[in-house]
């Protein structure tokens, strides 16, 4: 299984509103310059996860995006989910019909893949990240890399 550009970038763009919900709403053209994703895909990816109740838009001056809920309460899996990426590797989607209408010979192997990666993905949050002294420096480079809330005095520290 490769996890496609829809599915990784939908994570990074979530964790970086997480590594700086303290600071505000995030825009969407810092997350693009500073994680190096297009803003046009970016707004794509936005319109999803604030459909799937995990983003909300703040408007105004100092507006962009902030995480709907706590990021202790937003899995990879849903995220990934939340941008029309599936987490299941059999080629019937689960239904068991993969050889003429029947199940294939490895379907339960798939199938049992699917529930543990699901799993797995589900037992990740985001506040577990967040807290990662080697991520939180590497967002503290890119904030003075790019000059990313130099008027914010609660700026990353």
């Not at 895909?41 to 902030?66: H, M, N, S, T």
Request: aromatic fraction near 8%; glycine fraction near 10%.
């Amino acid at each position: 299984m490769q996890l496609s550009t829809k599915g990784r970038y939908a994570v990074t763009a979530m964790m970086d509103i997480a590594l700086h919900d303290r600071v505000g709403p995030v825009t969407l053209a810092d997350i693009s310059q500073c994680q190096g994703i297009s803003l046009s895909y970016l707004e794509q990816l936005f319109a999803k996860l604030r459909k799937g109740g995990l983003v909300e838009g703040v408007r105004g001056p100092g507006g962009g995006y902030k995480l709907a809920r706590p990021a202790d309460q937003i899995s990879v899996a849903d995220i990934i989910q939340s941008v029309d990426e599936k987490l299941d590797m059999t080629k019937c989607g689960g239904r068991g019909n993969c050889s003429q209408g029947e199940k294939c010979l490895t379907h339960q192997l798939w199938f049992e893949l699917s529930c543990n990666l699901y799993r797995f993905l589900s037992g990740i949050k985001l506040d577990q990240y967040v807290n990662r002294p080697d991520i939180s420096e590497l967002v503290k480079k890119q904030d003075i890399q790019y000059g990313r809330f130099l008027n914010r005095p609660q700026a990353i520290a």
